[in-house]
């Protein structure tokens, strides 16, 4: 099994900051890495695929990079609709994984 | 866009089988687009892959859960489901039901979830 790590594991932030979230996987898995939000109570929300691109209708300070076992997701300017868990998924091979998730809280 | 509906009951027995079932709305389950996939998470917890299914039958299956784990579909019912057997309390979970995009392996569309207690 593809082991994904994230970090940090929770984060607080400030409306306006720009925020960084690591992925990082136990091997290779060229692109196929994405994104995905969670809010309380709610099914996850695609937001970036093939690493870095964006799903329709999310809003475009989010962004994706990165390729083979390191990847980041990017909130340019965090908003207070941004909090939630985030979490990364790797698309590689089965068994699909997920990392742990990161959860991002508004100061 | 696909709607998809967690149906099965609240509460299961140790050692007996969870059951529920996917109801597939806005699309058809017989698409070549999607494989027809289950997710679970625990209360507080990280999300994991359960399996998935394809229109032709084909599955596979989280190894951690193979041995007790069948996934089928049915077509007339535009319907796809889930069997686990032998239950834990360690398989109290929201279970989700959701598509698996072909081409990319993405969690496209997903249920709202059925939450499963496993208690006596």
């Known amino acids: 099994d593809i082991q994904m790590t994230q970090s940090p594991s929770s984060l607080s932030a400030s409306v306006g900051d720009r925020v960084t979230i690591t992925c990082r996987a136990s091997q290779s898995i060229s692109s196929y890495l994405n994104w995905y939000q969670q809010k309380l109570g709610k099914a996850p929300k695609l937001l970036i695929y093939a690493a870095s691109s964006l799903q329709s209708g999310v809003p475009s300070r989010f962004s994706g990079s990165g390729s083979g076992t390191h990847f980041t997701l990017t909130i340019s300017s965090l908003q207070p609709e941004d909090f939630g868990i985030y979490y990364c998924q790797q698309s590689y091979s089965t068994p699909l994984t997920f990392g742990g998730g990161t959860k991002v809280e508004i100061k | 866009h696909v709607q998809l509906q967690e149906s099965g009951p609240g509460l299961v027995k140790p050692s007996q089988t969870l059951s529920l079932t996917c109801t597939v709305s806005?699309?058809?389950?017989?698409?070549?687009?999607?494989?027809w996939t289950w997710i679970r998470q625990p209360a507080g917890k990280g999300l994991e892959w359960i399996g998935r299914i394809y229109i032709s039958g084909s599955t596979n299956y989280n190894p951690s859960l193979k041995s007790r784990l069948t996934i089928s579909v049915d077509t007339s019912k535009n319907e796809f489901s889930l069997k686990l057997s032998s239950v834990t309390a360690a398989d109290t979970a929201m279970y989700y039901c959701?598509?698996?995009?072909?081409?990319?392996?993405?969690?496209?569309?997903w249920g709202r979830g059925n939450l499963v207690t496993v208690s006596s």
């Open positions: 959701a598509t698996v995009n072909t081409t990319m392996g993405t969690f496209d569309y």
């Open positions: 806005s699309g058809s389950i017989s698409s070549g687009s999607y494989y």
